[in-house]
């Protein structure tokens, strides 16, 4: 029994990735307006009403604007941590109490057949978190919003069939940015922001020595970054430790304003 997996958005304007296994469908986040998410599953064949849940990742408004729409509208649990559902009620409006489910990042938990493994991320919300999907014995993660990557996030993601990674900015451009404020700039910039693509192709280095072997480019940046200057870079450092893009490793790319590929991974 395979399972899927597909980036809907990713990028500073709203965050969606859907995975399924068996009879069980997620969304994590739901960054985008509840139609535009429904549109996009659609697009892949998909049905909001057949979701079992929703996960949080944090409560910053690229990832959470669609998921109180797609709750009410759908009757989809919501699940996040205690200190990111103190943070995101006014973002997310009124969800139904029985619709409203609490996990804790570090603990692990099921929707119906998937496995769910969340760890923490230094970003500057509440509680953030990445997760790690089960069905059998694949998995697939994803890590995006995440200011560095600090061992025990390697540590989580080792072995991960494939893994979403953030790749958000380039760092001649963001420096260069006119319309940035200093601060805006120096929060990127720092181990609570988020991670350059200089700092997604080292990381993939070490989780391709750590098992990986799939990745997808994500979370880019739309005025500090391009797809192609995300996936050359990557590829760049890649080729300089002798690791060929294609053959020893695949990439591919989460797109800010479509629907991604559709992924199918034997578990």
Not at 54 to 62: N, S, V
Request: net charge negative; hydrophobic share 35%.
């Amino acid at each position: 029994m395979p399972i899927t997996f597909c980036s809907l958005y990713s990028g500073s304007n709203g965050n969606s990735t859907f995975v399924s296994y068996g009879n069980s469908s997620i969304l994590v986040d739901a960054g985008r307006s509840g139609s535009q998410i429904e549109e996009a599953m659609s697009f892949i064949g998909k049905d909001p009403r057949d979701l079992d849940g929703i996960l949080i990742t944090h409560e910053h408004h690229d990832h959470i604007k669609g998921a109180g729409i797609l709750a009410r509208r759908f009757h989809v649990p919501v699940y996040a941590s205690a200190a990111t559902w103190q943070a995101m009620p006014e973002a997310v409006g009124k969800i139904p109490p029985e619709l409203m489910r609490e996990f804790t990042v570090g603990e692990d938990f099921y929707i119906g057949s998937l496995g769910i493994d969340s760890f923490s991320t230094p970003h500057d919300a509440a509680d953030p978190c990445g997760f790690r999907l089960w069905g059998g014995n694949a998995s697939v993660s994803i890590a995006t919003d995440l200011g560095y990557l600090p061992a025990y996030v390697f540590d989580a993601l080792e072995g991960s069939h494939m893994v979403l990674l953030e790749s958000n900015y380039d760092p001649d451009l963001l420096r260069n940015n006119e319309h940035y404020r200093y601060m805006l700039k120096q929060r990127i910039f720092s181990r609570k922001g988020h991670l350059s693509n200089m700092d997604c192709a080292n990381g993939m280095i070490e989780l391709l020595n750590r098992g990986t072997k799939n990745f997808i480019l994500g979370h880019l940046s739309g005025e500090n970054n391009t797809p192609e200057l995300a996936y050359q870079t990557s590829c760049t450092r890649l080729e300089l430790e002798g690791i060929r893009p294609g053959e020893d490793v695949n990439l591919s790319m989460a797109w800010r304003d479509r629907v991604g590929t559709l992924f199918t991974l034997d578990s």
